[in-house]
């Protein structure tokens, strides 16, 4: 089974990498972006096909090291 | 003293933050491979060094913070054991939740490798004694990850339990956040835990210790060391 977890920094921490990706993009005459945030993506393989039992993997996994909770959010998306 | 200074891979300040140790406080320390479940016995201080634990994958000491040899440091710690880490270390620290808040990229992007002027908090904890309270100190900083945050509850709390170690100061000694290296809330170069027993900072105390190299003002957080640990 695959998955997928999307790792976010909280709305109220600063990100200064956005600001600079976002600043870039200005740069290079892309219009109409008004923000931009970075984030990470982890694609994961999982052995079994049951949903609730990976689900639970994957939120410890997230838990204990994918993320850290004090300044970012996550979220898991099955394919 | 018996201090143990623990590897990551990726670790590349261990060597000094030992000379430091056998230099300033005239221990021997043992360094520790990361896989270890166990420091050696009668351990009396932990140093996480710095460096890049791990090429600073996922999170800057997020790896680290989960190797086997932290499930002693985190005994070691809740016995009241002296921990200082430096850096990277401090980073471990913060990703191992044995100090609060994390440190996050700094404000303007730059790695920053420079002097930089701390403001000494207190004077009355195992690691600052030699030290006055509100001593200027010149130490070096070397970092991309240094920009210490935390909720502000948080913040709060550490302000009021007086548990900032240091703070980047102007060479007045006025504290400005805009100017600190990294953009870090309140000037924040440095925390102790609740108990005062667990020290991170991101300056490199272990860079000033000699006078051929330059200041020494970084002498006195080991001589401190010293002094708590022959004492007890």
């Known amino acids: 089974m695959k998955a997928r977890v999307i790792v976010t920094l909280k709305s109220a921490v600063l990100d200064p990498q956005g600001k600079a990706i976002e600043g870039a993009l200005r740069s290079l005459g892309v219009n109409g972006v008004q923000s931009v945030r970075q984030g990470k993506v982890f694609d994961v393989e999982l052995a079994g096909n049951d949903r609730d039992v990976a689900e639970v993997a994957l939120k410890e996994a997230c838990d204990k090291l994918l993320a850290n909770t004090v300044i970012e959010t996550y979220r898991i998306e099955f394919a | ?232």
């Open chain 2, 1 to 232: 003293m018996k201090p143990a200074v623990i590897l990551f891979p990726g670790s590349n300040r261990e060597r000094d933050a030992a000379r430091a140790l056998r230099l300033v406080a005239g221990a021997k320390p043992n360094i520790v491979w990361h896989a270890e479940h166990e420091l050696p016995a009668g351990t009396d201080l932990v140093v996480l060094p710095g460096g890049f634990s791990y090429g600073d994958y996922l999170r800057c000491g997020a790896i680290a913070a989960r190797a086997n040899i932290m499930d002693a440091v985190r005994a070691h710690a809740a016995k009241g054991g002296l921990v200082l880490g430096i850096c990277n270390g401090f980073q471990i620290l913060c990703e191992a939740g044995l100090l609060p808040g994390v440190l996050v990229r700094n404000a303007r992007l730059r790695f920053v490798c420079r002097e930089v002027v701390l403001r000494v908090e207190r004077a009355d904890t195992a690691f600052t004694k030699a030290y006055r309270k509100a001593d200027l100190i010149r130490i070096p900083v070397a970092h991309g990850e240094g920009n210490y945050t935390a909720d502000e509850a948080t913040i709060t709390e550490l302000e009021k339990e007086g548990r900032v170690a240091f703070r980047y100061a102007r060479p007045d000694g006025q504290i400005d956040e805009t100017d600190g290296p990294n953009g870090s809330i309140n000037g924040i170069a440095g925390i102790y835990s609740e108990k005062f027993n667990v020290l991170g900072m991101m300056p490199h105390p272990e860079n000033y210790i000699e006078p051929e190299i330059g200041p020494t003002d970084g002498r006195g957080l080991f001589e401190s060391l010293a002094g708590a640990l022959k004492a007890a």
